[in-house]
């Protein structure tokens, strides 16, 4: 028996959501009393699968066929399954391969499942976690009634815990073949030289309050010095200032940073859905009634164009007496 | 093409959350129900490619799993402009028996949305297992939908980027914003189609859950807000990475 | 007794709500500022069907009851009322007239394009010496064999130079006094009509009122509603329903600036606490809420009274009488609970107060309301 993770592949590379996935399962597996083990998929050097056990992983499962590149969800699921045919607990990022292949995956293995966990189950016996609800607005107590698990991690929920061990990886057959893969891939636009919002650990937002579309470069600008992320409100990606892949709220994308830059954000219930679970937040806005500055750590009442070259200017500082 | 899109029924997103007395279940008191969001968009995006293309989409149905309550939210749909609708009068316990009350009854449609996600328990499980259950591919992440020489076209959201996909009908589509700029407002012609509209009920079958809430807490309280002055916008800074360590 | 709405009735009330919060709101302080006409709201509005809303659909209309009218008039009073007025006007005033009262060839002609939103329409009733008084009607309307010729002013014309639609009440026989008025459909552009400036009004600055000036007007024959001598009851019955609409804006003006004063009162604090917390505040609050419930019931007992096709003109004075009067007193308990965030602009309360001013006066002033009432009473 075991608890298994599923590493995302990106490209041959395990990026930060894969090493904490791999944290997970191995603390998991201890408090469990099992094995961590880890599936890769698709074409990945058997050093970089080494570097799972820096997490504890001490076996990694791979099948280096390349049509998983496809990230067609039904044959993920397939091969999980194959993989998974002895474990108790498998374990997915929370990302859209992960929400698209868990639930499959679940069913295959008849096994209950629940999304967005944001760490170690509070009892094994029954299997409980804890996942935010109402798009942060209450914390569920989700209990699994089957003897097999799926969940889904969030993002920068666990984070790292190193715990070294050998980790051996072994080939396996998951059993899909051409026949399994139905997608075809047309066409691919990459995101280049540019942080990942889901990835990012500072997220560097702005709103309507931001004035102008041709204000954003000092958010560029204070992102890049952070190695920061760039997001928006709901409003701003509405009026076409910024793209619909930057709007972080309910209705877009849901993200946990360490540490969040509200500027000229209002802090509407929807924005705040999307942004609760950062650790910590920090809020530049005129209207100091803004329900921003409830959810806000740090906050100052002011101007965000005023404020912007303030803090480019403090940080650059402490970059150099670095 | 033969469309069909899942209906959630979810609170309004301002609804104040509250629970009932021993924190086990969602008190529904005084909420103003909803269309899923992601649904909604899926809905007016299928409903855009069909008024674009004559003939690319033949007909748009509109489906949930749930008790006579939240048929408004189907009859909504239906005002929008969804050609016909179903509800399978059972309660949506979990994911699971949501997927396992609808595939039976999914067999015909070539191309079934889902929303990523419902904003209640913030789920993302019924598209997927729904898929499963009728043994069709699925995809992820989709943030574009359109018919092209009668081929169903996506584009999906991936990390570090985005990709054009097809794939053979019947399929599940998993779908984000993006997919339609704003869902819409029924018209008044629209609510008085609705009216004549089939929306058949269907009883539903025994199927067993396979996961429950034990309970709900709130969100611990915030401490307050740390407020500087324009003026300390560098101690602010200094003390993300002094106090908060977050620099 | 049953005070559930129904699902359509619900669906009507979310769709106003959302076309408010979505899109009225975005610019609805820079019309205040610049007072230009919603053109682009009156076309998304009109292709939702809420500009020909209760018209039957056998005429393009939308075929909902005036409950659903009151309902989708309180949600997008509570943001605009200039935007409002400009359907309450097209819906209660001029499709009501020309449904009830004109002919076949005139709702062929006139009603569906009206009801469809392509074009809008205005009710040309108060004159320059004539406002409240409808019984001295100064403008002419001269028999010529097969058109009527007509000069004289006609003052305060909502939707003035937008709409191309008038109804207009002439004198066409002046010794019988109010029984020689008459109902007329006179097109915009005819030849001869002028229109005064866009007055530059305190609130609803965003609606087009003109005075508008006929001078030799020719009118087809074929454009008179009824008989000559029906205009006076025609003017009264339709304004009947007018106050209704207007009842509802009054009523979305007072539960919008509630609504903005309760999410105030929640946020602001003052002595160390939300300043709701404050009994004074709280207080303040409890006595808005109970004036805007009153307020509402009134409306909706007028809009079902009109739905079940009983008399309604008392129910619907009553409604415009007391929603005005209290919009007047809730928007300005609104600003003086956001203190000199109330005053600003940016707030909205202060514009919600200027607005409530209006529904005290037009469409019959309040004092017109109590004396409508007050007959009835005394009869």
Not at chain 1, 220 to 244: F, I, K, M, Q
Not at chain 1, 270 to 296: C, R, T, W, Y
Not at chain 3, 7 to 19: F, G, H, S, V, W
Request: glycine share 8%; proline share 4%; aromatic share 6%.
């Amino acid at each position: 028996m075991s608890v298994i993770a599923y590493i995302p592949n990106q490209e041959g590379i395990i990026k930060k959501a894969g090493f904490e996935l791999a944290s997970f399962a191995a603390a998991l597996a201890e408090k469990m009393g099992l094995q961590a083990k880890a599936v890769v998929l698709g074409p990945m050097a058997d050093e970089e699968m080494k570097k799972l056990g820096q997490y504890g992983i001490a076996k990694v499962m791979h099948d280096a066929n390349e049509s998983f590149g496809l990230l067609d969800n039904r044959a993920t699921a397939k091969a999980l399954a194959t993989a998974a045919a002895e474990a108790s607990v498998v374990v997915l990022a929370h990302n859209n391969e992960g929400k698209g292949v868990a639930p499959r995956l679940a069913l295959r293995l008849q096994a209950g499942y629940v999304s967005a966990i944001s760490g170690l189950p509070s009892s094994v016996e029954p299997f409980v976690v804890n996942k935010v609800v109402f798009t942060g607005k209450a914390i569920g107590h989700a209990s699994i009634n089957t003897d097999k698990k799926v969940v889904t991690l969030s993002f920068n929920s666990f984070g790292l815990h190193e715990k070294a061990v050998d980790a051996t990886i072994e080939a396996f057959n998951s059993g899909c073949s051409a026949s399994d893969f139905a997608l075809s891939v047309q066409q691919t636009q990459k995101v280049t030289g540019k942080v990942l919002l889901s990835e990012a650990e500072i997220v560097v937002s702005g709103g309507r309050g931001m004035k102008s579309p041709d204000n954003w470069g000092a958010i560029e600008e204070l992102a890049n010095l952070l190695g920061a992320a760039t997001a928006c409100s709901r409003p701003v990606s509405d009026e076409g200032w910024r793209p619909h892949g930057e709007h972080v709220g309910q209705t877009g994308k849901i993200i946990a940073p360490n540490l969040y830059f509200a500027f000229g954000i209002s802090g509407a219930i929807q924005h705040l859905g999307g942004v609760s679970g950062s650790k910590v937040i920090v809020a530049v806005n005129k209207d100091p009634e803004a329900p921003i500055f409830e959810a806000a750590d740090y906050g100052i009442v002011g101007d965000a164009l005023k404020v912007l070259p303030e803090f480019i200017e403090a940080v650059k500082e402490l970059k150099k007496s670095h | 093409m033969k469309v069909l899109i899942l209906i959630g029924n979810v609170p309004d997103t301002n609804t104040k959350v509250k629970f009932n007395a021993d924190r086990t279940a969602f008190d529904t008191a005084g909420v103003q129900w909803i269309i899923n969001p992601w649904d909604e968009l899926a809905l007016t995006r299928a409903l855009e490619v069909k008024e674009a293309q004559a003939g690319a989409i033949e007909s748009i149905t509109v489906a949930n799993v749930g008790r006579v309550e939240t048929e408004a939210t189907l009859r909504k749909a239906l005002a929008i402009g969804a050609d016909k609708a179903f509800r399978i009068d059972a309660d949506p316990a979990d994911a699971y028996t949501v997927a396992a009350q609808l595939a039976p009854h999914c067999k015909e449609y070539d191309i079934i949305f889902a929303g990523v996600e419902a904003s209640d328990y913030n789920g993302n499980a019924v598209g997927p297992m729904l898929a499963e259950l009728l043994d069709i591919p699925s995809i992820a992440g989709v943030s574009g939908f359109n018919v092209e020489n009668g081929k169903a076209v996506f584009t999906r959201e991936i990390d570090g980027g985005s990709q054009t996909v097809t794939a053979p009908v019947p399929v599940m589509a998993i779908v984000q914003k993006g997919i339609a700029k704003e869902p819409r407002i029924p018209a008044m012609r629209g609510i008085m189609m609705a009216r004549t509209k089939p929306l058949q009920v269907i009883p539903p079958q025994a199927v067993d859950a396979r996961m429950k809430y034990a309970g709900f807490d709130l969100p611990p309280a915030k401490a307050a807000c740390k407020k500087f002055t324009e003026e300390q916008a560098r101690e602010l800074i200094h003390a993300l990475r002094d106090e908060a360590k977050a620099l | 007794m049953n005070f559930e709405f129904t699902e359509e009735q619900l669906m009507i009330q979310q769709a106003a709500r959302d076309y408010a919060q979505r899109e009225l709101i975005t610019d609805v302080l820079e019309r205040d500022r610049t007072g230009d006409f919603p053109h682009k709201h009156v076309k998304a509005l009109s292709e939702l069907g809420f500009l020909g809303m209760m018209v039957s659909p056998e005429w393009d209309g939308g075929g909902m009851d005036t409950v659903s009218y009151v309902l989708a008039m309180e949600e997008l009073s509570k943001v605009d009322a200039s935007v409002s007025v400009i359907m309450s006007v097209n819906n209660s005033l001029v499709c009501y007239g020309l449904e009830k009262y004109g002919n076949d060839f005139q709702r062929e002609k006139y009603l569906k394009p009206l009801a469809r939103g392509e074009k809008i329409g205005a009710f040309l009733l108060s004159e320059p010496e004539a406002g409240s008084d409808a019984t001295s009607q100064r403008t002419m309307a001269v028999d010529m064999g097969d058109y009527y010729l007509v000069n004289g002013t006609k003052n305060w014309i909502t939707n003035g130079n937008s709409a191309s639609t008038y109804l207009l009440i002439v004198q066409t026989d002046p010794a019988k006094k109010h029984k020689g008025i008459t109902a007329l459909i006179v097109e915009k552009d005819s030849p001869g009509i002028t229109l005064g400036p866009h007055e530059d009004k305190m609130g609803m600055r965003s609606s087009d009122t003109h005075s508008v000036m006929f001078n030799d007007v020719k009118v087809p024959k074929e454009n008179r509603i009824g008989e000559e001598g029906f205009g006076f009851t025609f003017a009264m019955k339709t304004l009947e329903g007018g106050r209704i609409g207007i009842a509802a804006q009054a009523l979305g003006l007072a539960s919008g600036a509630l609504e903005r004063a309760i999410a105030y009162a929640k946020e602001r604090k003052a002595f160390g606490t939300a300043i709701a917390n404050h009994q004074a505040i709280a207080f303040k609050l409890a006595d808005m809420a109970v004036k805007v419930e009153n307020a509402r019931n009134l409306c909706l007992k007028a809009a079902w009274l009109k739905d079940q096709g009983k008399p309604y003109g008392y129910a619907s004075s009553m409604a415009k009488q007391y929603a005005a009067d209290i919009a007047m007193e809730v928007t300005t308990e609104a600003v003086q609970i956001h203190g000199g965030y109330g005053y600003v602009k940016e707030y909205h309360v202060e514009r919600l107060m200027r607005e409530a001013k209006l529904t005290q006066i037009y469409e019959g002033t309040s004092e017109i309301q109590k004396i409508i009432i007050s007959r009835e009473l005394l009869k």
